[in-house]
């Protein structure tokens, strides 16, 4: 009885954590930042404004190798101002990661955002169509969950800010059901651009609203 | 390769630092060409509407924060009918997909990176020997993608 009361303490603790933290804004340096990477759990989904790629990269390839390592998690991620072959550089020179031994499980899968977004035949949703596969990869592989960062920065360079909001906000601000944890990337100077309303908007939809200093 | 003399003006964008000086010391000590250069596209901009017919020659990265190259592009374009705009990525660009934006935007090429600077100078050079034709030729004609 005991054991069926502290998992129902634990479920409540857990759904009322999601509910507490629910909009919560943080804003820090990197190591701050990488702190409260760390400190995400499946079901969020987030929001991250970086200053710069240099900031981005220090905190990406600590965090990656956290989540392909120790926490046994699948690992996607999409990638705008840099190559594929310049991500998968940062992420062995700063989080010395086996890239292709991960690329080669299926467990690391990097992608460039104008193909996810812009430019493949299922639009927009694309990337969810790649989430669900890869949600299906996570059980068969053994994973834990998975976890994803994906730059929005495509929508800015087609100048298409509508279809990013009605994206953004057709997407649940918690994944149910699904042992995911994202995090949809801005950099600053994008960010900036668009409307007080709208950039409001995309904060208070998303579970939780990240600024990196 | 263009005489010093002619000193035809390149305005070169590109977020990364390194490859912004880089083509720009190509294109001045290679080419020839008076080349200003700049990390933030926003700051090339507001340079640009300054000097509206000052440069013969845009080189601009695709994908930048701030204002993107196609952006850019556009917002140049509508300053300068004539100046000609070459976007270049290190992405792997299919073509295809962009073509519409491309057209749209008027621009004259697209560079794919990496590219050497022996090339990037040749290509350069085409451009400018290339337009400085059409508009003896036909001040509205454009080169099609």
Redesign the interface.
């Known amino acids: 009885l005991n054991i069926i009361n502290n998992e129902i303490q634990q479920q409540q603790q857990s759904a009322s954590s999601f509910t507490a933290n629910r909009g919560r804004p943080v804003s820090g340096d990197s190591q701050m930042i990488l702190q409260q990477l760390q400190d995400t759990k499946h079901g969020e989904h987030n929001i991250l404004i970086y200053p710069d790629l240099d900031t981005l990269n220090e905190v990406m390839a600590t965090h990656y190798k956290e989540a392909l390592e120790d926490r046994n998690e699948l690992a996607l991620f999409v990638t705008?101002?840099q190559?594929i072959p310049?991500v998968r550089k940062k992420l062995l020179e700063r989080g010395e990661l086996d890239i292709a031994k991960y690329e080669q499980e299926g467990s690391l899968v990097l992608y460039?955002s104008?193909k996810g977004y812009?430019?493949s035949s299922q639009g927009v949703y694309s990337i969810m169509a790649l989430i669900n596969m890869l949600i299906e990869r996570v059980k068969k592989l053994g994973k834990s969950g998975m976890f994803g960062m994906a730059d929005m920065?495509s929508f800015?360079?087609?100048?298409r800010i509508e279809q990013l909001l009605s994206y953004e906000l057709s997407l649940p601000s918690i994944w149910d059901n699904m042992k995911l944890r994202s995090f949809c990337m801005y950099?600053?100077?994008?960010f900036s651009?668009m409307t007080e309303q709208e950039r409001q908007a995309l904060i208070d939809h998303h579970y939780k609203y990240i600024k990196m200093h | 390769m263009l005489s010093r003399d002619n000193c035809v003006k390149v305005m070169v964008v590109d977020?990364e630092n390194d490859i912004a000086i880089l083509i720009k010391k190509a294109l001045e000590i290679e080419g020839g060409f008076d080349v200003d250069d700049f990390t933030n596209p926003k700051e090339a901009l507001d340079h640009f509407k300054n000097n509206v017919h000052k440069y013969k020659i845009v080189l601009s990265d695709?994908?930048?924060?701030?204002i993107?190259?196609?952006?850019l592009a556009k917002e140049i374009r509508k300053l300068n009918e004539q100046v000609c705009i070459l976007l270049m990525s290190?992405?792997e660009i299919?073509q295809q997909?962009?073509a519409s934006?491309f057209r749209a935007t008027k621009i004259d090429g697209f560079i794919q990176k990496p590219v050497s600077m022996k090339n990037l100078v040749i290509l350069i050079t085409q451009f400018v020997v290339s337009s400085s034709h059409d508009t003896t030729t036909s001040s509205s004609s454009r080169k099609q993608q």
């Not at chain 1, 950099?187 to 994008?190: F, K, S, Y």
């Open positions: 705008h101002y190559t310049y460039d104008v812009q430019t920065g800015f360079l087609f100048q950099h600053e100077g994008d651009r | 977020d695709l994908r930048m924060p701030h993107g190259g196609l952006e290190a992405f299919d997909d962009l934006e």
